[in-house]
């Protein structure tokens, strides 16, 4: 059960907690007096878009060059990365990094690039296939998912399908 605190701060009380102590932290916009209380801003994202053209027949610098677009991760199938194992298929993606936990501004921080580019987006996945995943990390609670409608036409005009991944 969550209460006002002092400044306006919605504070949710979860006596259980994941380290099994007792634990206050803000949550989600409430209103108070007719103004929107947010999260606090120490709050660490725990939402992310990531777009991907994967499997595609062109190699992902190709893409890049096409597009004139500087992807987060550019991999050829079967190339060598750090951080990744293998890939099975060539990866071209790009991520959101607002420091928001709200789709809708992941999004609008991807469709800014991705929309002034849709026709070559759509060529380029018919010889694979267009995804765009939305990126959840947290042990704790999940915020609300609201898939803006911009977001689910333009997977719809590229024919990409929409995933939710929730990492913990």
């Keep these: 059960m969550g209460e006002f605190a ?12 994941l380290d099994g102590g007792y634990r206050d932290k803000p949550v989600h916009a409430h209103e ?24 595609t027949a062109l190699p992902p610098k ?8 500087r992807p987060d ?17 060539n990866i071209w993606s ?13 999004w609008h921080e991807l469709q800014t690039v991705l929309d002034a580019v849709r026709q070559p987006i759509y060529n380029i996945a ?3 296939r267009a995804k765009i995943t939305i990126i959840v990390k947290s042990r704790d ?3 609300p998912i609201t898939i803006p409608s911009s977001m ?9 399908e929409i995933d939710i991944d929730h990492l913990q």
């Excluded at 947010?38 to 990531?50: A, C, G, H, P, R």
């Excluded at 893409?63 to 677009?69: D, E, F, K, T, Y």
């Excluded at 190339?79 to 890939?87: A, G, H, I, M, T």
């Design 6 to 17: 002092s400044g306006g701060r919605y504070i949710e009380s979860d006596p259980i907690g």
């Design 32 to 55: 108070q007096n007719g103004a929107a209380i947010t999260m606090d801003d120490t709050t660490k994202s725990v939402v992310q878009l990531d777009f991907q053209l994967l499997g």
């Design 62 to 69: 190709e893409i890049s060059a096409i597009l004139g677009v």
């Design 73 to 89: 991760t550019e991999l050829l199938r079967g190339e060598r990365n750090e951080k990744l194992d293998l890939p099975r298929q």
């Design 94 to 106: 790009l991520r959101s990094k607002s420091p928001s936990n709200d789709v809708a501004n992941h």
């Design 126 to 128: 018919k010889n694979g």
């Design 141 to 143: 609670r999940i915020p």
């Design 152 to 160: 689910a036409e333009f997977a719809g005009a590229i024919n990409a």
